[in-house]
């Protein structure tokens, strides 16, 4: 029953793929597929390409691909408007003299705010209808850029935060998101909906957020670039949060240079943010990121770390990092590694559940409107409509463990003391003795290295599975190193271009 029913999704979709390209074909229409956001500024440029004609496509394509993708909750009922004002802008302004973002269309992941008529609710029913105060201070830094806000992309509810048993990629409101290369395969979380959305073409551009993984991961398996910054650096004002010790906003684009260049775009002070992004903004180089888009400085030292490397074969899987002048020291290990991979014992757990309930309470206080105002209310919520939010399924046994905490106590304090001991004499300290600019691994099993030290780490795509499911390799740093990461990253994607678009296998 089930399999025939996505039979059918199926055949409908290759149908009206190929009904789309005739369609194209008799236009002459500019193809955006694929294009990058120096593409597309080119073509408006070149009077080939307006924002409406590109607003118009990607609206198509959401038509056409999320039914069976999902990556998208929400699109913006404004969206043709904001890109016919963005034509407007482009012929009463000097050519370049607009931001790279202007006139180009971004999702961003359910839980960052937007003060227009986009819904924010973390992929959840028991926010819909909530009305936030502001714009987040990301989005506010994106609209003066110029960039179209497209809409919401789904993600795996409350970020995978409420339940360990729902799916990567699932949430109430957003249904199952789907990894467009092979569409049974997982397309990790928690910010699916952005990697998806990019990936398979149904935006430019993407914003995702990270706590542990949720940048990383999605990025991979969807065969595009992620950006996880150093904590702070970009702001979470207006993000539902999980914890501000970890969490960070980042892109999620199909090449390291459009992902530059919207973090180019978001980092900096956040007044809703102020301490963190205070701090952070030491790490800022004048002239911003775009500049270490470099291909000469791909001669780095690399440590392949066997202890968290998932692929032990990363040389021979995906390039031959020495032939290309890079320095690799093998076998590292990160003290402690076992420790640090265990939630449980590292006291990431213990630390997470306190602060989501604190700080998830106070965004909830502080809408203007909201069906729900804690998280004992989002968990009565949960209960009362349990048939619609599968919560009989999947349950909200992490909701329940946070929701009986009590703040941060002598456990919480020793927790996060712990975090930074294990991140100190491991992590860093590593790097440090060994004189180390990144650390590479396959696949995201380092997360919860670059998480518990707010660390920034960049997913390049790098192969392709058996199957057809895109592998994405990482390269993390230690805070404020993502000018070298990046020359890193783009190095290794100019010398192996390994992406390629989706091709929607069963
Ligand atoms: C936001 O949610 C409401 C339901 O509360 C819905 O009617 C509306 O269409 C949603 N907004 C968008 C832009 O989808
Ligand atoms: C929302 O954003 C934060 C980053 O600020 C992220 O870490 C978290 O996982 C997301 N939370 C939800 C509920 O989606
Ligand atoms: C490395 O990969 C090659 C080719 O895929 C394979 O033959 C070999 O067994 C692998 N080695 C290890 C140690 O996994
Ligand atoms: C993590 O550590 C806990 C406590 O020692 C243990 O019960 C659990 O099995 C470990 N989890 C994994 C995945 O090894
Ligand atoms: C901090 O970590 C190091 C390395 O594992 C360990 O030797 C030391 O005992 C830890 N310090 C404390 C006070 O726990």
Known sequence: MQAQRSLA??????FSFLAWHSQIDTCNALSVREATIQDLQNAFQQNQLTSRQLVEFYLNEIKRLNPILKGVIEVNPDALYLADKADQEKKAKQPGSLSWLHGIPILLKDNISTKDKLNTTGGSLALLGSVVPRDAGVVTKLRKAGAIILGKASLSEWANFRSLTAPSGWSARGGQGKNPYVLSADPCGSSSGSA?????????????TETDGSIICPSGFNGVVGIKPTVGLTGRGGVIPISPRQDTVGPICR???????VLDAIVGFDYNDAQATRIASKYIPYGGYTQFLKLYSFCYSFSIDHQTVLIQNTTTTFLNFRQHGAILVDNLEIANINTILNSTLSGEATALLAEFKIS??????????SPVRSLAEVIAFNQKFSDVE???????????????TNGIGTAE???????ENLTRSGFEKLMIQNKLHALVTAGAGVAPVLAIGGFPGITVPAAYDSKGVPIGICFGGLRGSEPKLIEIAYGFEQATKSRKPPTFLP
């Open 255 to 261: 090449t390291v240079s459009d992902a530059v260049t």
């Open 9 to 14: 999704l199926l055949s409908l979709f290759a």
């Open 360 to 369: 998830l309470n106070s965004y909830l206080k502080e809408l203007t409107a």
């Open 413 to 419: 304090k020793k927790a996060t003391w712990n975090l």
């Open 196 to 208: 998806i959305s990019v990936a398979s073409n149904m935006v430019a551009v993407s914003l995702g």
């Open 390 to 404: 599968m919560i009989k399924e999947f349950g909200q046994e992490i909701f329940l463990a946070s929701e009986a």
